[in-house]
């Protein structure tokens, strides 16, 4: 079992920056690869950028490729996502999630095991 907890949301204004963080307790943390996804109302949950188990290898949707690194600190027992240049469509909930780290970085939701609380992320104009 691992629990994720998401924090760092908020409000800002459209080309400002937030740092979201995901804090990992329970088993090894480096047992997992870790994602962020987002929910938009009305609308899928997304896959959003993925760090492999030692933070070696990253992946990103097209959408935030530049704006939004992906890290993690093993030793802290988090995994943390820069947002800038923040445009009012990147609002939505942004959920932290954990998946096996032999199943790589894939980023279908369904394959993900754990999953956090979610944390708001509103973007003004």
């Known amino acids: 079992q691992v629990q994720l907890v998401e924090s760092g949301g908020g409000w800002v204004q459209a080309g400002g920056s937030l740092r979201l963080s995901c804090a990992a307790s329970g088993r090894t943390v480096s047992d997992y690869n870790m994602g962020w996804f987002r929910q938009a109302p009305g609308q899928e949950r997304e896959f959003v950028a993925g760090v492999s188990w030692a933070g070696g290898r990253t992946s990103y949707t097209d959408s935030v490729k530049g704006r939004f690194p992906i890290s993690r600190d093993n030793a802290k027992k988090t995994v943390s996502l820069e947002m800038n240049s923040l445009k009012p469509e990147d609002t939505a909930v942004y959920y932290c999630?954990?998946?096996?780290?032999?199943?790589?970085?894939?980023?279908?939701?369904?394959?993900?095991?754990?999953w956090g609380q979610g944390t708001q992320v509103t973007v003004s104009s």
């Open positions: 999630a954990a998946v096996g780290r032999t199943r790589g970085l894939i980023r279908a939701m369904r394959e993900y095991a754990y």
